[in-house]
């Protein structure tokens, strides 16, 4: 063993990062054969059918005019108020819950992720997942010291399994007192699902009948990083009104994500909007999370804060963003709706896609797919049960045929 001079907790951590390292492989291939000849569907933000970084025009703008001030000063710890309004109002947007609201600013969604773990679940605790679920999180988990389960996210029908949750979730609390329950939804990261309404009062109907007992605490925790590219602005939200009048002991943590919003992603800024029929709840979700990122972070990116608070407080700015986004929205679901056609046509097994960055391929062998794909320059990121493809990011004429090859690839390894 390599000397060492890590603390035991520490000791052995190393980053790998499928996705990075799949991104790396493909700029490499691009450096060798051209840009052309490859398809890079391995990183989750938008790219123009140009294949260049895209950004939200009006969004670049009011960033680049802000005031010298606004771009060196530092801002509140908990964050700006006039951002945090706008980041309850926007995610929330005409179906906020009849329940006490607040937020805090965070290090992108993943700081709201962090503080989740940190301030809701106890040292060596279990957090639940669905079995497809962002590779980070588990990071996350271990790092704070507590461990990662995951529940089946799919029944035989292809519908949420609900089932499935039930029992984990009643599972881990026979173990503990609490429960951190992490949904990615809307528009799912790595399969572009959805929660449908139906499905939802079936999740708040478990997590209202394991908060029956007084000594358990349950927290979900709804990563909406994607919401503004789940559909139409009403509807994607309809749900999030179910969360109003819910157990005292049952508190619901959204994150909200400028990297996606925004197109923001290297600013790194986020929020997390806490929900609670108790007043003292939200207080504490308050108090402990600022004090968190004072030990974490300290404060965050006030540029990027104050160019939302601008954007979102004058309303010609934010409907030109609005239309703008709206854009690649429609991009990003003809990428998709081109992949799935094809996907039926050559009889390509995909898991249900309803919106989003991404879309999903079940495979026996994702590395081996993966590194067969790569003989066609196609490049994604293998997961544990098959392999992530980020549409968001592939021009739409090299998504035409890249099912039929995926199909291929998958045969020649199985």
């Known amino acids: 063993m390599s000397f060492s001079l890590a603390a035991s907790h520490a ?14 492989a493909a700029v490499q291939a691009e450096a060798k054969v051209g840009k052309e000849k490859v398809v890079n569907a391995t990183i989750g933000a938008i790219l123009d059918d140009e294949g260049v970084l895209a ?5 670049e703008k009011v960033f680049r005019a802000l005031p010298t001030v606004d771009l060196v000063r530092y801002s509140p710890i908990p964050g700006q108020p006039a951002f945090l309004q706008a980041a309850i109002d926007m995610t929330l947007g005409e179906h906020k819950p009849e329940a006490y609201l607040d937020a805090v600013a965070t290090a992108g969604g993943c700081g709201v992720i962090h503080h989740a773990i940190w301030n809701y679940t106890e040292l060596g605790d279990t957090v639940l997942t669905s079995d497809w679920y962002w590779g980070p999180y588990n990071v996350l988990c271990h790092d704070a010291l507590r461990k ?23 599972g881990v609390l026979a173990k503990q007192d609490s429960v951190l329950i992490i949904l990615n939804t809307p528009a799912h990261n790595p399969t572009g699902y959805s929660l449908s309404d139906a499905e939802w009062e079936g999740v708040l109907q478990v997590a209202k009948e394991c908060a029956q007992n007084p000594a358990k605490r349950i927290i979900l925790l709804v990563d909406a990083a994607y919401l ?19 157990p005292q002991n049952l508190l619901t943590i959204v994150a909200f994500s400028m990297s996606k919003a925004f197109t923001m992603y290297g600013q790194r800024v986020g929020a997390m909007i806490g929900i609670s029929s108790n007043k003292d709840v939200i207080q504490e979700f308050a108090d402990i999370n600022q004090y968190t990122s004072r030990a974490t972070w300290s404060n965050i990116n006030t540029p990027a ?4 608070a ?53 495979a026996k062998n994702p590395e081996a797919v993966c590194e067969k794909l790569q003989e066609d320059y196609i490049f994604a990121v293998p997961l544990a049960q098959g392999i992530r493809v980020a549409v968001c990011a592939v021009p739409a004429y090299k998504i035409k045929g890249m099912a039929e090859k995926f199909k291929q690839a998958i045969a020649k390894t199985e």
């Open 55 to 59: 950004c939200l025009p009006t969004v």
């Open 228 to 246: 503004e590219f789940a559909g139409e602005n009403s509807e994607c939200r309809a749900f999030f009104s179910k969360f109003g009048q819910l």
């Open 148 to 170: 990662l389960d995951t529940f089946q996210l799919f029944d035989e029908k292809q519908n949420f399994n609900l089932q499935a949750f039930q029992t984990k979730v009643a």
């Open 310 to 362: 601008t954007i979102y407080h004058d309303a010609q700015l934010k409907a030109a963003v609005d239309a703008e986004r709206q854009s690649f929205y429609h991009l990003i679901r003809e990428r998709a709706e081109t992949f799935v056609n094809e996907a039926a046509e050559v009889s390509l097994n995909m898991l249900p896609y309803r919106a989003g960055f991404f879309l999903s391929i079940p």
């Open 305 to 308: 804060m104050a160019t939302m």
């Open 11 to 24: 000791k052995g951590k190393f980053a790998t990062d499928n996705i990075f390292g799949a991104n790396a």
